[in-house]
């Protein structure tokens, strides 16, 4: 049972012998460096061109795995991790320049 689980893993059109698993697969790794960068850098760091790209790169290509045949849920689960984590990223960025920008404007 469980070997004819995984070889239809593995011979899916989507599984681990073409480049439609592989790809979303290392994507992963942006995923992990924006996690990371969440815990470790200051809000001011973040680049917004950098993180407005990976979000609509993450929606753009999370509806795209919907939409193919055979649909890619590898892909559809890394894109959207990519959008949920710039848009944390974002919201990081936009809350630490409304704050300083607040505190500025009361201590003139």
Same mark, same amino acid.
């Given at each position: 049972?469980?070997?004819?689980?995984?070889?239809?893993?593995?011979?899916?059109? $989507?599984?681990?012998? %073409?480049?439609?698993?592989?790809?979303?697969?290392?994507?992963?790794? #942006?995923?992990? &460096?924006?996690? /990371?960068?969440?815990?470790?850098?200051?809000?001011?760091?973040?680049?917004?061109?950098?993180?407005?790209?990976?979000?609509?790169?993450?929606?753009?290509? $999370?509806?795209?795995? %919907?939409?193919?045949?055979?649909?890619?849920?590898?892909?559809?689960? #890394?894109?959207? &991790?990519?959008? /949920?984590?710039?848009?944390?990223?974002?919201?990081?960025?936009?809350?630490?320049?409304?704050?300083?920008?607040?505190?500025?404007?009361?201590?003139?």
């Amino acid at each position: 049972m469980a070997f004819s689980k995984f070889q239809a893993f593995y011979n899916h059109p $989507a599984g681990p012998k %073409t480049i439609h698993f592989w790809a979303p697969t290392f994507k992963w790794a #942006v995923n992990i &460096a924006n996690v /990371v960068d969440i815990s470790t850098k200051p809000a001011e760091t973040v680049s917004y061109p950098q993180q407005a790209a990976l979000a609509c790169s993450g929606l753009i290509w $999370a509806k795209y795995s %919907t939409v193919i045949t055979p649909k890619n849920w590898n892909l559809f689960g #890394v894109s959207f &991790a990519m959008f /949920v984590t710039a848009s944390y990223q974002l919201s990081r960025k936009i809350q630490h320049e409304f704050t300083n920008t607040s505190t500025v404007a009361k201590e003139y």
